[in-house]
């Protein structure tokens, strides 16, 4: 297993259940290679323990928890709840180290490890190169002696930490009274988490995808099927929808009219608020290759920036430290406020949306449209064997795409970290020329494809 970051992605480990690299031997080797990483003093060292709802993560919370204690590690199991309750449980508790078992927005087949150190941030690229090099090392000699092996304890009000956090990124004294919201949860980890706090806070909550089996998280519903949410907001004549994902750290919103809105329109209005009322750090906002120029553009009339970064919330978050911005994101609905959280925080950033829908009194429809998105494009293109991005052909389809968008659009090829394709991506403000730089890029990648 050493050398390198070869188990780690863009988002920690993942894969299919009980298949490698998500299988009990891995997650066992990980938990004792990451608790001796992170040992650092004579105390009593401690890993916050959380998951989503999804069948497989029993297997691997029991092997994470088996690892840790032979590594001397006590465990503090908190079960089904969002990732940014566990980045901020770690740091609440003076933890070492917090876990996340998670697949995010990925169907139930699928199971994930995400890692945070005692600040309550992603581990670094060479924290994880470390861990895996541990991995890929003999850890017998290293391991706890007898009587100094880990002890497992589960926290009883850890979801209750979490809501009151939660509560307290809105404005004292604001209300929900009179707002009838509709919250779909993915049949993930904020099924009891997210409705509680909205109602605490004087919402009427109508909630859907709040029954999890262990199966059905991400099924047909959650922030990505918004068809569920859109229907149960026109159905209950709601004010608003909001979804979340499988670990809650995303969030799409649909106004009264069960219209979608992604988001760049979020950070957008985040950003916007946050600027008049002094709030706003960092003169703009961090957000990926992704975004919408049309984002870029209204930030720009209110003399705000936007940062881009390689897809990935942690490279936004690393932006966001770098240059003491609090408000970064990425269009799929990643939001992350920094004065709240550490992470992307799903809830956290609908409770700032709400915040202005209360204050200005105004429907969801208004208050949220906050920009006309360029025409943007995405395609997806297979290959096999090595990348056609280095292929004459296609150095040159991309290069005359560029000349054909000029200034007024732009041209975004990369490769998936996750499987072999080609991710094209263009827009500008004519549709037409989106659609024929596409192709004509598409068509390049083809070829180089069939001639490998």
Known sequence: MGGGRKLFGTDGIRGTANVDPMTVEVALRLGQAAGLRFRRGTHRHRVVLGKDTRLSGYMIECALVSGFLSAGIDVTLVGPL????????????????????SASHNAFEDNGIKLFGPDGFKLSDDAEEEIEALMGSDLSGRLAAPDLIGRASRLTDAAGRYVESAKASFPRGRRLDGLRIVIDCAHGAAYRVAPTALWELGAEVVRIGCNPDGLNINDQCGSTSPRALSAAVLEHRADLGLALDGDADRLLICDE?????????????????????????????????????????????????????????????????????????????????????????GLIAALQVLSVLVERGQPASQVLRMFTPFPQLLRNERFSGRSPLTSP??????????????????????????????????EAEDEALVARVVAGVCEAIRRAAMAA
């Not at 970064?309 to 994101?329: F, P």
């Open 82 to 101: 969002p990732t940014p309750a566990i980045a901020l449980l770690t740091r609440s508790l003076r933890a070492d180290l917090g876990v996340m078992i």
């Open 257 to 345: 009219r069960g219209q979608l809105v992604d988001g760049d329109q979020i950070l957008a209005l985040i950003a916007g608020s946050w600027a008049a009322s002094g709030r706003l750090r960092g003169g703009g906002v961090a957000a990926t290759v992704m975004s919408n120029m049309g984002l870029e553009r209204k930030l720009a009339e209110a003399g705000l920036k936007l940062e881009r970064t390689a897809v990935g919330d942690r490279y936004v978050v690393e932006r966001m430290r770098e240059l003491g911005m609090n408000v970064g994101g990425e269009q799929s609905g990643h939001m992350v406020l920094s004065d709240f959280a550490t992470t992307g925080d």
């Open 393 to 426: 052909a296609v150095i040159e389809a991309r290069r005359w795409a560029e000349d054909e968008l000029g200034d007024t659009g732009r041209l975004l090829l990369r490769e998936s970290g996750t499987e072999p394709v080609v991710r094209v991506m263009a």
